[in-house]
Every structure is written in C-alpha cells, then in structure tokens.
T-cell receptor, first 114, second 109 residues
Framework: DAGITQSPRHKVTETGTPVTLRCHQT?????MYWYRQDPGHGLRLIHY???????DKGEVSDGYSVSRSKTEDFLLTLESATSSQTSVYFC?????????????FGEGSRLTVL | RKEVEQDPGPFNVPEGATVAFNCTYS??????FFWYRQDCRKEPKLLMS???SGNEDGRFTAQLNRASQYISLLIRDSKLSDSATYLC??????????FGAGTRLTVKP
C-alpha cells in the first residue's frame, strides 16, 4: 500500500471554527490532491498540488485553502467550517499526474460540522 | 447535468453470475477513462484503465464507446469478494478527473 497518512481520521467541530486536515506521504510523489466524497456526488476535487508551493483550485474549492511547504505534506484548511462541509475527505497522491489514472488514496478523514 | 453518470444500483447477484455496469460521460473532449473500486468505508483503488480497443484483466472486461460516450465494466463469474462500489472515472485534462457517484454491487452466496 502507498504510504499516505491522513490526520485526523475523525473530527467533530462546530460551525465557524477553523479546521486543518493533514496529508502526509512517504512516496515522494510530485502530485497531491484533496477530494471530498458525499452521497450521490462521488468524489469531487477541492485543490491539488503539482509541487512544493504549487497549488491550484479544483471543482469545489470555495471555502477551502491548501498549503504545501514540503513534498511530503499537503494541508487542507477550512477557515470557518460550515455544515455543508460535513463530508469524508480523501487525500490522494500520484507520481505522474492523472493522465495515468492511478491515484493512491489515503484512508479518509470524516469531518462533521455541527 | 453531471459530468459522469452511473446507475447507483444496488445490483444484487448470485455467485458465479455475470454483471455489467455502464457509465456515461458528457464531455466529448475527455481523454482517458478508468474504473475504481471502493469497499465500504474504505478508500477508492484503481481497478483498471479503459482503452478504446477494450481490455480485459482476468474476469473483468472494460469497454469504451467514444461515439456514444459511455464506458462499461463486465464482471464474469462473480465472487463474494467482488462486492463493492465501482466508480467510473473520466480524465478531462489538467488534473481534472471526474468521478461518478458509483454503482454498488453485492454478490450473494
């Protein structure tokens, strides 16, 4: 299995509080992604990174920011959590990018915003 | 309209059955196609790529029809361990991979 660790794995928070999810990889892959998964919607890309300090927005980026100061770490921040951000968040990594189709996913972080 | 659409199922089949899933996509510029498998409360994992000429991996066969913009996955001789949700994935471009919501399969003894 690819070396991807997400933390925390479960979090319950209140509306308006900041939340940071961490993705850590030991594979030295260039590309890192944050997705959210909701019933009926499938996985949707929030942000991705193609190198240290190089990030770009995905399909559902509003309300989220990211940072990548080291190859191995990709942080997802919700500045002020809302109930609509209750979801399961998956981090993924890829050596060559999505053209190969092979993304390796972390185990997911389940976030509940009350 | 969603970029990628799948019948959510569930498909309930007996062991040994053959089952097929279809997926349609809306963007004719889509470049590459894949099937992922996701077990309950687990992360998705790549099952197979889908090539224009069709491709097979053991009991699994994937087909692509660009003209009609659909992708299919055929599973022969279903096993209990095939029970999972199957995600259709379409790569538009520039790291824009779109996932279908998934088709749930349950294989019963």
């Amino acid at each position: 299995d690819a070396g991807i660790t997400q933390s925390p794995r479960h979090k319950v928070t209140e509306t308006g509080t900041p939340v940071t999810l961490r993705c850590h990889q030991t594979e030295n892959h260039r590309y890192m992604y944050w997705y959210r998964q909701d019933p009926g919607h499938g996985l949707r890309l929030i942000h991705y990174s193609y190198g240290v300090k190089d990030t770009d927005k995905g399909e559902v980026s509003d309300g989220y920011s990211v940072s990548r100061s080291k190859t191995e770490d990709f942080l997802l921040t919700l500045e002020s959590a809302t109930s609509s951000q209750t979801s399961v968040y998956f981090c993924a990594i890829s050596e060559l990018g999505v053209d190969t189709g092979e993304l390796f996913f972390g185990e997911g972080s389940r976030l509940t915003v009350l | 309209r969603k970029e990628v659409e799948q019948d959510p199922g569930p498909f309930n089949v007996p062991e040994g059955a053959t089952v097929a899933f279809n997926c349609t996509y809306s963007n004719s510029a889509s470049q590459s196609f894949f099937w992922y498998r996701q077990d309950c409360r687990k992360e998705p994992k790549l099952l197979m790529s889908v090539y224009s000429s069709g491709n097979e991996d053991g009991r699994f066969t994937a087909q692509l029809n660009r003209a009609s913009q659909y992708i299919s996955l055929l599973i022969r001789d279903s096993k209990l361990s095939d029970s999972a949700t199957y995600l259709c994935v379409v790569n538009l471009n520039n790291n824009d991979m779109r996932f279908g919501a998934g088709t749930r399969l349950t294989v019963k003894p």
